[in-house]
């Protein structure tokens, strides 16, 4: 196969997602990428990587993930939008509430995840999940009765598991601090925004 013509910053982009991919198992995020390489943006790292995939030395796979040509080894990573504190009333992957994007096998997860999603506060402790933990969400509207999901009820977004008996809906916590949140969709707008499908804990 003839070599792919890239520029110096390409090719050193190109280099360090090998070396990432080696070492990690999957791509770099974009702003992994522009502190390593030192770019004062992770905006220029996007413009190498979509040059990249231009040339033909990257590959862009389903729901934004990112592979390496040839290389059979190292599971594909699939790279899903981070959302931190998810602002009032926006939807949850609004460009506001992007903090970056994550890289991980998705084959890891099922059904196959579509972001993630910072966990803020502790009202889940006892179902494992931590303040800081970065949950995997697959996109949809409705969920089975006892399911962990991620529901709007007007502007607020929450974690929690789904109760519906007899017309009744209850998002309840896994944490004896906290309340369940009555649900009265006479009164207010509720919606399910996604299924919880796994966790991803980040230690420093």
């Known amino acids: 196969m003839n070599e792919i013509a890239l520029t110096d910053n390409q090719r050193r982009v190109l280099e360090h997602i090998r070396a990432h991919v080696d070492a ?3 791509p770099p995020t974009l702003r992994e990428i522009a502190e390593a ?3 004062a943006r992770h905006s220029s790292a996007q413009d190498y990587v979509e040059a990249l995939v231009r040339k033909g030395a990257l590959e862009r796979l ?11 080894r190292t599971p594909a990573a699939t790279m899903l939008p981070l959302v931190g504190r998810v602002a009032a009333g926006s939807p949850i992957l609004a460009t506001e509430n992007i903090e970056g994007e994550f890289g991980i096998d998705a084959a890891l997860f099922h059904p196959r995840p579509d972001y993630f999603l910072r966990v803020v506060g ?3 402790r006892d179902a494992g999940i931590l303040d800081g933990d970065l949950i995997a969400v697959h996109r949809t509207d409705h ?10 009820v007007d502007d607020e977004v929450t974690v929690k598991t789904l109760e519906c008996r007899r017309g009744r809906i209850r998002l309840l916590p896994a944490n004896p601090d906290f309340a369940p949140i009555e649900v009265d969709p006479a009164r207010s707008q509720f919606a399910i925004e996604g299924l919880y499908v796994g966790m991803i804990r980040r230690t420093t």
């Open 24 to 26: 990690h198992g999957r």
């Open 37 to 39: 390489l030192g770019f």
């Open 62 to 72: 389903p729901h934004r993930g990112l592979s390496l040509p040839h290389r059979s």
């Open 122 to 124: 502790l009202s889940m």
């Open 143 to 152: 969920a089975d009765d006892g399911r962990i999901v991620v529901a709007r």
